[in-house]
């Protein structure tokens, strides 16, 4: 399969599908799991009908880059993204795997979002316009869109099987999965992004915020899902950073933007995208990977 062909949609007789989310097919191989992330894309929690070319290439490259730069602070589930080392009976489905693939440690995830945000932006600019604080953590008064914070805030939320995750309080957190490990994961998440956030300003890159998610395999804690992707992530340049609106941003805001342009109710079906949309999103994704990581896919 060259890096030009679209992959909406994996097919891998014989293997048991375990989940299938907006962007990612995952199967059950019993205590490890396999996550092909396809070029799937979505957009106000619909799935659009066209793909972006190598999208899924660079979710999984960019996880795996920051899963090795953050093993001092977090075990993760990961265990390699070689279809080499695969089980005998992935191999002849190399066409689909490789690049865009990884095999994991099959986890018991905890059922929250693990948000941490530097800048007031998205979802938390709405919440901090209505109340002046987000998620119950109050803030200056007379921010404006896209400022820095004085310093990072975790900000956790639900995770919704459809429509919206509901951003909640660390009090709401602690109560679905105790108190102690909403500490450990308030911990985590703040020391990840610290570290991440630091390492983007030294490739020109402003981190706004972004989320992880963690499980259990036995005793150990354990970052999963994917890192700090553009699908994760606000990826702002810094060079070309205003505070006081929206950003410039590594994601899909060429398919946002567009959308917003439509007669469209933001419920499924959603709309297919020109070819001018698919191509501008696919050049910032690649854009995003190789200024963070300065890898070529």
């Not at 899902?225 to 810094?238: A, G, H």
């Not at 007669?263 to 709309?271: G, N």
Request: with cysteine; net charge negative.
């Amino acid at each position: 399969m060259s890096s030009d062909t679209v992959l909406l949609q994996t097919q891998l007789e014989g293997v048991r599908r375990f989940a299938s989310g907006k962007v990612r097919d995952v199967y059950d191989l019993g205590d490890r799991l396999l996550i092909v992330a396809t070029d799937r894309i979505s957009a106000f929690d619909c799935i659009l009908p066209n793909g972006i070319p190598g999208k899924g290439r660079v979710l999984t490259q960019m996880s795996i880059f920051w899963f090795d730069m953050l093993r001092d602070i977090v075990p993760t589930h990961f265990l390699t993204a070689d279809v080499d080392e695969y089980p005998a009976e992935l191999q002849k489905f190399r066409d689909q795997l490789a690049g865009r693939s990884m095999l994991v440690r099959r986890a018991e995830m905890f059922p929250i979002e693990c948000v941490a945000r530097g800048y007031v932006s998205g979802s938390g600019w709405k919440d901090y316009r209505a109340h002046g604080s987000i998620c119950g953590i109050p803030l200056p008064a007379g921010l404006r869109e896209s400022d820095r914070l004085p310093e990072p805030i975790f900000t956790p939320a639900t995770k919704a099987q459809s429509g919206h995750d509901e951003n909640v309080s660390f009090d709401t957190a602690a109560a679905a999965i105790g108190r102690d490990a909403a500490t450990r994961l308030r911990d985590l998440t703040l020391a990840i992004y610290r570290k991440a956030s630091d390492y983007a300003a030294t490739r020109g890159i402003i981190l706004a915020d972004t989320k992880f998610e963690f499980g259990m395999i036995g005793d150990e804690l354990v970052l999963g899902d994917e890192v700090l992707t553009p699908d994760s992530s606000r990826f702002w340049p810094r060079d070309q950073y205003a505070p006081g609106g929206p950003q410039k941003s590594y994601d899909k805001q060429f398919v946002r933007d567009y959308l917003e342009t439509l007669d469209w109710d933001k419920r499924p079906p959603a709309p297919p995208l020109p070819e001018e949309v698919i191509r501008k999103t696919g050049e910032k994704y690649r854009e995003a990977y190789e200024t963070l990581t300065g890898r070529s896919l």
